[in-house]
């Protein structure tokens, strides 16, 4: 069974940085793309930032130029910087991710993370 697990959440100062991970485990033959999520109380989840197998890169507006995701694929992990964080950030992270299991014959399952809490705030 393919697991991810997402850390670095926390409470921070408006203007502050943080750093999540998500790290896959189980059967993995390799890591196709990678996404991060977000929701806050009573708003519905959306796509943060997304990072395909090849390293391409996409961003919500609302987080472009203090977001950056990136990835190791030798860890299996993904990271999400967050820098010059605001109020209105504070949400339930969660990652999501195609894992491919097997090359012959070729399978993947898609797996969603637990998530982990942010809170901005003074």
């Known amino acids: 069974q393919e697991h991810l697990a997402e850390s670095g959440g926390g409470l921070v100062l408006p203007g502050g940085s943080l750093r999540l991970s998500c790290t896959a485990s189980g059967t993995i033959f390799a890591i196709g793309a990678t996404n991060w999520y977000r929701q806050a109380p009573g708003q519905q989840r959306e796509l943060v930032a997304a990072?395909?197998?090849?390293?391409?890169?996409n961003y919500a507006a609302s987080v472009k130029g203090r977001f950056t995701i990136s990835r190791n694929n030798a860890e299996n992990t993904a990271y999400l910087q967050m820098n010059s964080l605001q109020p209105e950030d504070t949400a339930v992270y969660s990652c999501n991710a195609v894992i491919i299991v097997s090359d012959d014959p070729y399978k993947y399952r898609e797996v969603w993370g637990q998530g982990t809490l942010v809170t901005v705030s003074s």
């Open positions: 990072i395909a197998a090849d390293g391409s890169t």
